[in-house]
């Protein structure tokens, strides 16, 4: 796949089959490479790790910053890209709209938005007008684009599964294509959840790192997401490498890194 609207139509594709998939967050360019040679069919970026990756908190990134960040990660690979695209950098669900243009000429396949920003979770009313902006948005786009629709608040301290799975189904009637609501802690919150609900669902499985992919398709899941797990994985074995070199002086972490020949066949262009 090279184009966009070929990406598109598969990342939609991807949705519509049977089955469930894993669909991981790389947070640069040289990750994203990577994730593609492993043979994942798509990527989504991760607002954490991104930040990290510039030395910042999750939420301290600008659009443009955002923009570029997607671009570069379209650019280097050839399968479908979903942007995590926090909450449109916007709170009126206008300028959402005006930003996920923004967003779609970087070449990605999909983007997710969600009902919190500037510290609270959005009025009910305000986060459907949102989604229904975005919606009305990526209609308009002459190639498929996949929107999905997140519900924050088992994130936030609002530990309201009811009112939760009430904003997904509102996000549901408003046309968003997928639905998402992180933070859910057990198989059975997952599975009231993919029951209320008609479109695909996805989870965020860095909750839940016990549970297997074979088990949320049981539950009816359709695309697992880890957030910005893999990025802290990488942030875990540079600080491991880190104290040992800084508290014992030694170096047998190196022992342990992957041939340099599987990253150079990784980035080698086909």
């Not at 669909?23 to 991760?46: C, K, Q, V, Y």
Request: charged share 25%; glycine share 8%; aromatic share 8%.
């Amino acid at each position: 796949m090279t184009s966009q609207a070929d990406k598109g139509k598969h990342f939609r594709y991807l949705h519509e089959r049977s089955g469930t998939f894993i669909i991981p967050n790389p947070w640069d360019a040289g990750s994203a490479r990577m994730l593609e040679a492993m043979g994942f069919e798509a990527l989504a970026t991760t607002s954490s790790g991104f930040a990290n990756s510039l030395g910042r908190l999750d939420g301290e990134v600008t659009l443009f910053e955002k923009l570029a960040h997607c671009r570069s990660l379209c650019d280097v690979t050839s399968i479908p890209v979903s942007a995590d695209f926090e909450n449109g950098f916007a709170d009126d669900p206008e300028t959402v709209a005006t930003n996920i243009l923004l967003l779609a000429e970087t070449g990605v396949a999909g983007c997710s938005i969600e009902d919190f920003g500037d510290g609270h979770i959005y009025e009910f009313m305000l986060a459907v007008e949102r989604v229904e902006a975005a919606v009305e948005t990526v209609r308009s786009l002459p190639f498929d684009f996949v929107l999905t629709a997140r519900a924050e608040n088992l994130l936030h301290g609002v530990d309201d599964l009811g009112d939760t799975i009430k904003r997904l189904q509102a996000f549901e009637a408003a046309g968003a294509d997928v639905l998402y609501a992180p933070g859910l802690a057990t198989l059975e919150q997952v599975r009231t959840v993919v029951d209320a609900v008609e479109r695909p669902v996805n989870v965020l499985c860095a909750v839940m790192p016990d549970v297997t992919l074979a088990q949320y398709e049981e539950a009816g899941v359709r695309r697992v997401s880890l957030g910005g797990a893999v990025a802290r994985f990488a942030m875990t074995a540079t600080a491991a490498a880190g104290r040992e070199m800084h508290d014992q002086g030694s170096f047998g972490f190196i022992k342990d890194l992957m041939p340099n020949r599987e990253i150079v066949n990784a980035f080698r262009r086909q």
